[in-house]
């Protein structure tokens, strides 16, 4: 794989076209596979053995979709593994029967079945894709990869560069994914962690670039419960999109930027490393700074450093909720260790293998933790009570914090919630179907903090 993708332009040029899944007049020919199946990566640094992963089309992570928005993504997914799996497209408003959790929108892909997903990607931006039966487990073990959407007219970049950020926990000997799924101490706890971090696959991903080239970098969580906090060297610029969705006006990077699990954040960046490196650091829980990727610099481009990039353009539906309308409804986030949840509730929360409760209840259970009606407007208060950090996630639906006098933040599908914080968030309920709500540390998940709301 190159280090870079061509932009938008070259695609169009008819270089790497193969990345082009849906396009117009095209509809009716048989879908291209996507194949889930057992495969040798290394991940781990030179002299350690590959790892068995599972993957999409032999890829960690899976292949990049990319295609155009307004246009249709139609896949036929294969189940090579030899356990039921399903394919969710994690932030991109679609309907529901092709969300892809299994026993919810639809029944799991036995080994050896298919299942022919297609829909309308109607927001340009960064998506992903991961398996979503059991996905502790199956994203643990490689089953994600980039849905990337783009805009008709694309922003002036020189390069566009996805990003998977992601951590393996590997078996120090044999370099295999250490088994242990249902590590009480990670379900109870921050969820199941990595010893190893890398991007892209690699546990230390390097790139080039040239001096004063423009990029534009999309960055992805894909980590089981590692939220990452990143800070740039030698490269400056902009944040201009969330969660997927484009910020009304492009935003200088934070000192330091926070990525919880299944976060997105798409930066343009402009190279302006003094020496002949660039890099995007990471820090560490001993509060040392690590490299994440680092960037070569190999030169300089002929242009010298632009203008304030302009913002991305709208994508549709991103009016603000009518918070004087809205349906108020609360979540309290209870359960882990050192919770405060009394003794009794838990003993009988862990006899049926759960920590944690969203709503009183340890999910997924019926009926809903909601019913909506199509078009009415919610505001959720989340009151985490719990001793650790969440990344709650609202599937089919953008929302929006509720902050200080009641201004309404930028639009996200997977809010970061600390130990003990409150949050409310604002959404229209304009998606009809059966759409989960839950932790995106997956052993939480796994572990009772998966509710769902129904639209309809
Ligand atoms: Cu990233 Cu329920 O999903
Ligand atoms: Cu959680």
Not at 168 to 190: K, V
Not at 430 to 440: E, I, S, Y
Request: glycine share 8%; aromatic share 6%; hydrophobic share 40%.
């Amino acid at each position: 794989m190159p280090s870079f993708h061509p932009t938008r332009r070259a695609v169009l040029a008819g270089l790497g076209a193969t990345a082009l899944s849906a396009r117009a007049g095209f509809a009716d020919s048989a879908p291209i596979p996507l194949t889930a199946q057992r495969v040798l990566a290394q991940i781990a640094p030179k002299g350690y053995p590959q790892t068995e992963v599972w993957s999409y089309d032999g890829q960690l992570p899976g292949p990049q979709l990319r295609l155009a928005q307004s246009t249709r993504l139609r896949r036929r997914f294969v189940n090579k593994l030899d356990v039921p799996t399903s394919v969710h497209w994690h932030g991109i408003r679609i309907a529901n029967a092709m969300d892809g959790v299994a026993g919810l929108t639809q029944e799991a892909v036995a080994p050896g079945a298919s299942f022919d997903y297609d829909f309308l990607v109607p927001d340009a931006g960064t998506y992903w894709y991961h398996a979503h039966t059991h996905s502790m487990e199956q994203v643990a073990r490689g089953l994600s990869g980039a849905l990337i959407v783009e805009e008709r007219d694309a922003p002036d970049v020189d390069r566009d560069e996805v990003l998977m950020l992601d951590d393996w926990r590997l078996d120090p000997e044999t370099a295999q994914i250490a088994p242990d799924f249902s590590h009480p101490m990670d379900l109870s706890h921050g969820g199941r962690f990595g010893n190893l971090i890398g991007t892209n696959g690699r546990y230390n991903l390097s790139l080039t670039a040239k001096r004063h080239e423009r990029l534009r970098l999309r960055l992805i969580n894909a980590a089981n419960a590692r939220t990452f906090v990143l800070r740039l060297a030698g490269l400056s610029g902009w944040q201009v999109a969330l969660d997927g969705m484009p910020q009304p006006t492009p935003e200088p990077i934070a000192q330091n930027i926070v990525l919880a699990p299944a976060q997105r954040i798409d930066l343009i960046v402009d190279v302006t490393a003094a020496g002949d490196e660039a890099a995007i650091d990471r820090l560490g829980n001993d509060a040392q700074w690590y490299r994440q990727v680092g960037v070569q610099i190999t030169g300089a481009a002929s242009r010298a450093r632009r203008a304030v990039p302009a913002a991305l353009p709208p994508n549709p539906r991103m009016e603000l909720p009518d918070l004087a309308q809205a349906r108020p409804l609360e979540m309290k986030i209870e359960g882990g260790a050192m919770g405060g949840m009394p003794m009794s509730q838990m003993r009988s929360l862990m006899q049926s293998g759960k920590f944690w409760t969203l709503g009183g209840q340890a999910g997924p259970v019926d009926p809903p933790f909601a019913r909506l009606s199509l078009g009415e407007p919610v505001r959720l208060r989340m009151v985490n009570d719990t001793a650790f950090p969440h990344a709650m996630h609202l599937h089919g639906m953008h929302f929006r914090e509720v902050l200080e006098g009641e201004r309404l933040g930028p639009m996200r599908d997977t809010l970061l919630t600390e130990a003990g914080a409150r949050h409310e968030i604002a959404f229209t309920a304009d998606n009809p179907g059966k759409w989960l709500l839950h932790c995106h540390m997956l052993a939480h998940a796994a572990a009772g903090m998966t509710a769902w709301i129904e639209v309809s």
